[in-house]
């Protein structure tokens, strides 16, 4: 194996992705097995976690699927101990399930907001806080938290989603305070709109997505295999000094 290919690979190391079952977080377990890793899938729908399984393992890897409601207290810590049960430890966190729900600061709905601040910043710290002893035990780990450029710049309608992530963007570097003595590197990517069923449902529409696109240099938006291919460089040895760092994947968008 020629030398760069061992500092992108990830062979024989264990990742934990949530929001498994479809979009941005399938295609994560699919690039992440590729690379060599045997993959913990959390989602909470069942087909789709059978979908994501088999991609990971037609790749030779193994998959633990877990079924999860990450807006509860419970079913973050208990899919955390299911996935250590069966391997042992996790190498890889990847806390990439995230809902959302726009309107404007006077409509938005008190319910919405706690369910975006529990699915998208309460769960990623609570499985953090369950996998990293283990990290720091065997003094090696990689967390990778998928936030958005919304908790970098705004925009109207996104209120509880953008303070969601803006709080991930912060709970990251808190990570990497507490954590990078260990050798445990804590990242957030901060992608422009993906083009997933979430992000067509919200931006698909030509009246509602292409103002966007035209503020974008690239004039388009993300692929899933995009964010994919970040995060595992995220959780290759390639990447072992970027630490505490909001990475931009938008195309330019927070360049001008």
């Given at each position: 194996?020629?030398?760069?290919?061992?500092?992108?690979?990830?062979?024989?190391?264990?990742?934990?992705?949530?929001?498994?079952?479809?979009?941005?977080?399938?295609?994560?377990?699919?690039v992440l097995a590729e690379?060599?890793?045997?993959?913990?899938?959390?989602?909470?729908?069942?087909?789709?976690l059978a979908e994501a399984?088999?991609?990971?393992?037609?790749?030779?890897?193994?998959?633990?699927?877990?079924?999860?409601?990450?807006?509860?207290?419970?079913?973050?810590?208990?899919?955390?101990?299911?996935?250590?049960?069966?391997?042992?430890?996790?190498?890889?966190?990847?806390?990439?399930?995230?809902?959302?729900?726009?309107?404007?600061?006077?409509?938005?709905?008190?319910?919405?907001?706690?369910?975006?601040?529990?699915?998208?910043?309460?769960?990623?710290?609570?499985?953090?806080?369950?996998?990293?002893?283990?990290?720091?035990?065997?003094?090696?780990?990689?967390?990778?938290?998928?936030?958005?450029?919304?908790?970098?710049?705004?925009?109207?309608?996104?209120?509880?989603?953008?303070?969601?992530?803006?709080?991930?963007?912060?709970?990251?570097?808190?990570?990497?305070?507490?954590?990078?003595?260990?050798?445990?590197?804590?990242?957030?990517?901060?992608?422009?709109?993906?083009?997933?069923?979430?992000?067509?449902?919200?931006?698909?529409?030509?009246?509602?997505?292409?103002?966007?696109?035209?503020?974008?240099?690239?004039?388009?938006?993300?692929?899933?295999?995009?964010?994919?291919?970040?995060?595992?460089?995220?959780?290759?040895?390639?990447?072992?000094?970027?630490?505490?760092?909001?990475?931009?994947?938008?195309?330019?968008?927070?360049?001008?």
């Open positions: 194996m020629k030398r760069y290919m061992e500092r992108f690979s990830i062979e024989g190391r264990r990742a934990l992705v949530t929001g498994a079952s479809k979009g941005i977080g399938f295609e994560i377990c699919s690379a060599g890793a045997d993959i913990c899938a959390v989602a909470r729908d069942a087909d789709g399984r088999a991609a990971v393992e037609s790749e030779g890897r193994e998959c633990l699927a877990i079924e999860a409601e990450l807006a509860t207290i419970d079913g973050p810590r208990e899919a955390a101990q299911q996935a250590l049960d069966h391997f042992g430890a996790i190498d890889i966190l990847v806390n990439n399930a995230a809902t959302t729900t726009t309107a404007s600061l006077l409509d938005a709905r008190v319910e919405d907001w706690d369910r975006m601040m529990s699915v998208n910043l309460r769960a990623p710290f609570l499985l953090a806080q369950a996998l990293a002893p283990k990290m720091i035990e065997q003094r090696r780990g990689k967390i990778v938290n998928i936030s958005s450029q919304t908790g970098i710049v705004l925009i109207p309608d996104h209120c509880a989603y953008a303070a969601s992530k803006n709080g991930l963007n912060a709970l990251t570097k808190s990570m990497t305070c507490e954590w990078a003595q260990y050798n445990i590197q804590c990242n957030a990517i901060c992608p422009t709109v993906i083009l997933t069923p979430m992000g067509e449902r919200v931006w698909g529409r030509p009246e509602k997505g292409d103002p966007m696109k035209a503020k974008i240099p690239a004039a388009r938006f993300g692929l899933p295999v995009e964010v994919a291919d970040m995060v595992l460089y995220l959780s290759s040895p390639a990447s072992d000094l970027v630490n505490g760092d909001t990475l931009m994947l938008d195309g330019g968008y927070t360049a001008l």
